[in-house]
């Protein structure tokens, strides 16, 4: 049986920041409350909702783990811990993980796979979760075992073992159409304001491609995507400094009134660089960034 490879898209324009996507997912894969007030990406903290400018003005974007078509982080993991799943999701196995553990072959977990992420930082490691005891890799795995259809051993992403199946706001007819919106990830079906939608690449990227919808501004790559009818939007990265303080001035710079056609692309530059040193640091280190 053949499986969609599933994507979420945020409407960045409907999202209110009323957080109930990050307490959805704390909830369904028990997530430890390690840091209560802090506002970032951490192993007990899979999605969060910031302000992409403006400290809380908005607009607000997810920052979660893009699940990339050619996972770096999945690539030097010594216990082969991260998979590509056909269903797009980038999952973590927690039985393998073994943060700083020597597999057979002696080959020892340096925390590659935060150094190797593209994407600002994914996975966090730490111990995140009441699912398991000690410390693990953690980061969004679009809740594969709990949505989408098939069973995992048929190369679908629903597994008796990670519990019940999550529920579902599709009607019959887009159920028909695409299987695997029988069941959403929780993210999605939390959301009031329907900011979060679960559909196939194909579809998404055609929904933002499509003018008739109005997005003047879209980002996306693997099995996450964001879109804007309002505001210039910035590729939303994991990592605090891009988070809290890169990207803020950069989407301020570029979308603000006053923004200089010739001051821009030398703050750009002068950003860029200070990126470049930062993940340059990051790759010199042995354990890597948690």
Known sequence: MAY?????????????RCNGCVI????????KALNP???????????????????????????????????????HCPFTAIKKMPNGAVQVDHT??????????????????????????????????????????NKCTLCFGRAGTGTVASGGSLDATMGTPLPTKATAAEIVAVAEKAHQPSCVYTC??????????????????NTANG?????????????????????????????????PLVSNLVSGPFAKAALVPTLLAGGLMAVIARRQHLANETTGEV
Request: proline share 6%.
């Open 96 to 137: 393998l993980c073994n943060p700083g553990g020597t597999n057979t072959k002696g080959v020892k977990c340096t925390y590659q796979c935060v150094i190797d992420c593209s994407r600002g930082g994914y996975p966090k490691v730490g111990a995140g979760s009441d699912l398991y005891s000690g410390s693990r890799a």
């Open 24 to 31: 959805s997912c704390k909830r369904t894969w028990k997530m």
């Open 192 to 209: 009031p304001a329907k900011a979060m939608n679960w559909d196939t690449v194909t579809n998404i990227r055609a929904y933002i491609n």
């Open 215 to 247: 997005f003047i501004s879209a980002y996306g790559d693997g099995s996450m995507y964001w879109a804007s009818r309002k505001f210039l939007l910035i590729a939303p990265k994991a990592d605090p400094f891009v988070e809290d303080h890169l990207t």
């Open 37 to 75: 007030g802090i506002h970032k990406t951490a192993p007990d903290q899979r999605v969060i909702i910031k302000s992409l400018k403006r400290v809380d003005m908005g607009p607000f974007m997810r920052y979660s783990c893009w699940h990339c078509v050619n996972p770096p982080c999945a690539a």
């Open 4 to 16: 969609n490879v599933m994507a979420i898209l945020q409407d960045v324009d409907k999202c209110m």
